[in-house]
Structures are given as structure tokens and as C-alpha cells.
């Protein structure tokens, strides 16, 4: 091996391109090759590098952990596996492999230039896609003298899963990007880039992966630029929703009854990957998300746990209002027609976005959907003849309108320059050219710029137009400069021929990229202007949730030594979590009585006569005090709040005691934190309510091999309260378990 290291290293200062590129990364030497571009620039191309350990058997649905080295010089000619998924778009079935997580480098030298690097992130809905060559090779980026990065990360239920546990939080496949900028930020300076200047950029799904990660505590000071193409984090399907229930369902389509978390974690870590896969079916994604609005496995607002990395633990939109994104340079932007699916209900109630949380046929709902046909639709909205009209439509709600949103938010927060486009370029190498050319529409769709910047395995037999090359060198100008600089046109030429300027609070600038480039403002402003006005209407940002608060029910046994009086044995019985509810809702409801009963008969307080008004009132003699009862509250005598006549006799003032003094007071358990720890107090009468000693807490293991929490009652039998067990501690377990009454 080092022979093969002196070999390249003589090549090198040679100035000679060797045919066997060998690096040295942390982990150890990597060989790559020599690639040829479309314009007959030669590159270096490092394939199938390993950027975290193989997330297998117990790292399944886990975050990634860091590669292990190797020894001998590790082969990079060729592409790793991709995920496990259902490919959609050429081969249609089964695919890929859990041990997935590599990344592909594309670099125009090694001789330590260090170069600007560019990392994408793949979209297909968090559910399929890869950094491969085949989608997203980095030939014609790379002429522009960029380092370029595209990683695999995890997707569907393996990527996506979440328990709300320590073990599965949620977001692994968002942990595998972290991991991968981790790692080019600790090696790419060895193939020539600089790790003080890297852009991350993405579409679709990525695009919403891009936009989080700005936001995200575990990419702070990593990222230098970002570039988010068609998504952001504020879309609908961005988040899933309802994690658990995914969970067990997922769970229970493949056989798993329990609705226990860990053996939940046991069934799916012992189920083949290809049942996993299968189970979330593609079909169903895109019913969910064109129909509903919704991913199934998505992103999740992480639930907090000592000593795990979270990504996100608060709402997005919560951060992104507070400005606690990354200040960096953006650039955002979308095509004119993102979706060209339609949707199959015909009322267009079901278009109004659920963010607004607005009750299907009230008068507000029905009044947006009339609102939305006139302006959307010029005749019949069911009819063919509208089905651009509907496409526009679907892809206001789906990705523009939270597009719109974002950049309004974020160029209220930040300093850095936000730069804003629409791409409506149609050319041969439009990808819904190949996917939907029988619609015949005269928009690009989603993902159609991604061929004007990356080599795809689409367009292998298709010849570009004079226009099309034209508009790919623009676009691989624009996206490589700002990459470089933070600016998409710092200098006007042949190919920009005008100067993009950043979106300001007054200006919401953008530049349109069709068959000619235009700075022009306010992208569709009669249709957003509208959508503004039915958010600041209808929009509540706390009807949606700021973190995660769900709490996951554990299994545990409560273990009760209870003294049998007939024999003066002692046996142990088990009370599950759900008998021990009955307990304290049965001792709950047996203090309530007792609160409830009448207090012993008090003399009914003598009312005060109202004084009649006279010209001049006289000053009223002092009252003879009388004895303080227990817990009285102070009371005013009449004189300070009335005058009174003098003819007329002065009561002596009453003092009406507290019916419910003498009543016991219901449990109140109030919380409060030490060192980190929270600790629960009773409030009541203290008198009625003796201390006891704390319960004994010892993790044991399940069959399964999983620990569960054991609780002692190491309490004497008491006869004042059922099954043996004093209430305080129930419902200080209970409470510490994050169960309410």
C-alpha cells in the first residue's frame, strides 16, 4: 500500500492525472479512478465510501455510528448499495440493502487546492431515492471547479421509525446526513476541498432535509450555504404527524398485536427489511401525500433525552419565527407546476391546507373553496380542460404557498442574502418530458432543473438542444457561484446576463429562469396575497405542537409484599400499570368523598344592615376585638369600608369562618426539579398524611433481553388504603411515568 501511495504522490508532483487516485481518509486509504466528462475534462470519482458503520441487527432504526477503519487500501470505483426501498421510477420493485450508508466524491483535483464543496441531498419523500450516479452524477458540476458530494441516508420505517424511546427517537435517517457532513467535513481537505466552505443542497425531500438542517444544533458551524430546490420543512407531508400510531401500525401489518414499545423495537429488529419495505407500500405514500397531505415516515420533533443527539426538538416553525436558523446565504426556489397529480376529490374543500385546522362544510370552509375556484379556475373545475388549473392548484398547497411562507418568515430574521427563483425552463432534458409528456404541459415539473445540473441515466439517449446547453451552463454558473461566493451573480457575462438580487422585506425578488433569465417580483402575487390573507386569518401557531410531549406507556411491574393475616405469610404479587390506575383513581375518588362532606355546623353569619346615607357621618367607636379562630383570613371592619350614622346602633362586626376549613383537601402533586431530577410532593393536610419511605427502584431484565423498571413497596401493610400500597407512591410513580388523572 505504501508503494501505491509513493506512486500517486510522484504522479502528483508530476502533474500527472494517475489512472489509480489513492487517498488516506481517517479511516484509511481509499482507491478511486479517472473519469471522463461530457466535455472530455478528466475528474477524479471516489465511490462506496463508507461514512458511518453498517446500520445492522441492533443498530437498526438506531443512529448511525462512526465507520471502522480498514487496513488495506479500500476499492472506491464502485457505487455502494442504496437503501432498502421500492425504486419508482425505472425497475419498480425491491431494491437496495440496510447496509447503505455511503457517499460518492466527484473532485477535479487532489493536489490540495482546496475547493468549494457542494453537498446534495436526494429527494423521493424520505421514502426511496440515493446519491447514485445513475440520478445524480457530478460530471458538469464538477467542470466548474467544485468538489461535489451526494451521500445515501436511510429511508421509509428504517430511516424514519420513531418510539418517542432514548433507543429509537425518530429522525435516523437525518442522523445518517449529520454523519455524512461530519465525516466530509473531517476528510474532504484530502481530495481537495475546503471544509470551511461547504454548501449543502437538496430537492424535494431533500430540499425539507436541507431546510432542517439549518435549523438543526448538530450542524451548527458545519454549513457555510445552503440551497433549498422545491421543499422546505413547513410542507404538510415535511413531518409525520402521529409517529406511535405508524409504529403499531406498521407493527401490526406485519403480524405484531402489542402495542408495548419494546416489543414492538424486538419484532421489527428481527423482521426482515424486504416485509419492512413491502409493508409501507408505495401505493399508499402517494395516496397519502397527493391526496392527504401527509408522509407516513417522515421527519418528527424529537422527544429530549439526556445524552442523546436530537436533531429537532422543537416545531420548526417555532425556530424559524425566533430566527434561531443558521445564518447563512440560501437559496430557495420551486417550478411553476411541482405536482401533476390529481387529486380525485372534485370539492375543492379538500385543497385548503390542513394547517388551518378549519372544519370541513362550516361557512369558513366553504367560503375559502369558493374563494379558490375564482380564482384558480376559469370554468368548470372537474372538467379536462381545467387540469393545468388543478396542477397550479395542487402545487400551491403541496409545496408554493409554505415556500412563499418561508422566505417571508426568514427575511424577517436574518441578515444573510435570501435568493429567490422559479424555474419554467422546458427543454428536451425536462425529466416530465420522459414521465408525463402525454399531458403536454408547457410547465417544467418537479425536479426538472435537477438534469440541467447533474448526468443522469435519462437523458443518455437524448440530444440537448442549443437552448438546452445554454441553459445548462447557467444554471451550473449560478448554483456553482454561489456555492463559491454566496452570490449567484457576481459578475454579469454571456450567460448572466442580469444581476440577481436577494429578497428584502420590501422586495420580494426573484429571478426566472426560462428560455431567457428575469429579475422580476412577487411570483404569483394575486394567488399568494391571497393565501396570506387566509393564514393571518385561520392560522394558530400554538394549535400546533411546539415539542414533543407524547408520553410512551412502559411496561413495568409494580411489586406488592403484601402479609396474609390467616397464615402470617408473606407472598409477592404483581399489579400491573393498569391495575395500579384503578388504584389511584379508587383512592382518588375516596378522598374526594371525604373532602366532599359537610364541616361540622357553623352559626350562619348575622348580616350587616345597610346604613342609611346622612349629610355628615360621625366617627364610629373602635369594636372590641374578638379571638382569632385558626387559618381566618383577615376581615375589614365595617367602619373602614362604610360610614354610619350616628343615631343609628353599629353591629359588631362578624367574622365568617371557612366552611371548608375544617374538610380535608384533595391530593395535589406538585413537581419540582433538583440537579435535574424531578421530585414530587403531596400537598394536603400534613397532619392526615405520614411520610413513607421511598420505593426501591432496580432494573431487571425481560425475556427479551430489554430492562424494565421493577418498583418495591418496601412498606409495612397498611389497612387505611387498598391493596396495601400508600397512595403517595402511586401516584408519585405514576406521575413519574408522565400519567395524568
Known sequence: MIAAVNDFLDDLRGGRMTESPIVRVEQGALQGRVVNSPSGKAFYSFQGIPYAKAPLGSLRFKAPQPPEPWEDVRDATSEG????QIEPLLLKQYTGDENCLFLNIYTPNLDGQF?????????????????????????????????????NYRCGPLGFLCLNTPEVPG?????????????????????????????????????????????????????????????????????????????????????????????????????????????????????????????TFAPVIEK??????????????????????AEVPIMIGSTTLEFTRERTADDLQSFIPSALNLE??????????????????KGNHTG???????????????MNIDTHRYIQYLVNTTNKPIYYYKFDYVGELNLSKKLVDSLDLKHAGHGDELSYLFKNDFQKDVEPTTQDTKMRERMLRLWTNFAKVGNPTPDENHYLTVTWLPVTKDNLYYLKLG???????????????????????????????????????????????VKHESSGTIVVEETTVETMVQIIEQTQEEVQTVSETEPESVPEPQSVPEPQPVPEPQPVPEP???????????????????????????????????????????????????????????NGNLEQRKPRTSNEIKMVQQSNGHPKDVIRANDPPEDDLPKNIGVNKFVNFFESLGGKK
Open 81 to 84: 448499495n442504496v437503501c432498502t
Open 115 to 151: 475547493l468549494p464543496v457542494m453537498v446534495f441531498i436526494h429527494g423521493g419523500g424520505f421514502m426511496f431515492g440515493s446519491g447514485s450516479s445513475s440520478m445524480y452524477g457530478g460530471d458538469y458540476l464538477v467542470e466548474k471547479d467544485v468538489v461535489v458530494v451526494t451521500i
Open 171 to 295: 429522525n435516523a435517517g437525518l442522523k445518517d446526513m449529520v454523519q455524512a457532513i461530519r465525516w466530509i467535513k473531517e476528510n474532504i481537505q484530502n481530495f481537495g476541498g475546503n471544509p470551511g466552505n461547504l454548501t449543502i443542497f437538496g430537492e424535494s425531500c431533500g430540499g425539507v432535509a436541507v431546510s432542517m438542517l439549518t435549523a438543526s444544533p448538530l450542524t451548527k458551524n458545519l454549513i457555510s450555504k445552503a440551497i433549498i430546490q422545491s421543499g422546505t420543512a413547513l410542507n404538510s407531508w415535511a413531518f409525520q404527524s402521529h409517529p406511535l400510531d405508524n409504529a403499531k401500525a406498521l407493527a401490526k401489518a406485519l403480524g405484531c398485536e402489542s402495542g408495548d414499545v419494546d416489543e414492538i423495537l424486538e419484532f421489527l429488529s428481527t423482521t426482515p427489511a424486504k416485509d419492512i419495505v413491502e409493508a409501507t407500500s408505495l401505493q399508499q405514500f402517494e395516496e397519502n401525500f397527493f391526496q392527504k397531505g401527509i408522509n
Open 304 to 325: 429530549e433525552f439526556p445524552g442523546v443527539e436530537a436533531v429537532l426538538t422543537e416545531s420548526f416553525i417555532d425556530l424559524l419565527t425566533s430566527g434561531r436558523v
Open 360 to 377: 370541513k362544510d362550516s361557512s369558513e370552509s366553504l367560503a375559502i373553496a369558493e374563494q379558490i375556484k375564482k380564482l384558480y379556475f
Open 384 to 398: 379536462v380542460e381545467s387540469l393545468t388549473e388543478r396542477f397550479q392548484l395542487l402545487s400551491d398547497v403541496l
Open 515 to 561: 428560455n431567457e433569465l428575469s429579475l422580476e417580483t412577487n411570483p404569483d402575487k394575486e394567488k399568494m396575497e391571497f393565501w396570506d390573507d387566509v393564514y393571518s386569518k385561520y392560522f394558530k401557531i400554538w394549535d400546533h405542537p411546539h415539542t414533543n410531549t407524547v408520553e410512551v406507556p412502559t411496561k413495568v411491574e409494580i411489586v406488592n409484599y
Open 624 to 682: 372590641q376585638p374578638v379571638p382569632e379562630p385558626e387559618s381566618v383570613p383577615e376581615i375589614q371592619s365595617v367602619q373602614e369600608t362604610q360610614s354610619v350614622p350616628e343615631s343609628q346602633p353599629v353591629p359588631e362586626p362578624q367574622i365568617v369562618p371557612e366552611p371548608q376549613s375544617k374538610a380535608v383537601p384533595p391530593v395535589v402533586v406538585q413537581a419540582s426539579s433538583h440537579n435535574g431530577v424531578k421530585e414530587y410532593q403531596v
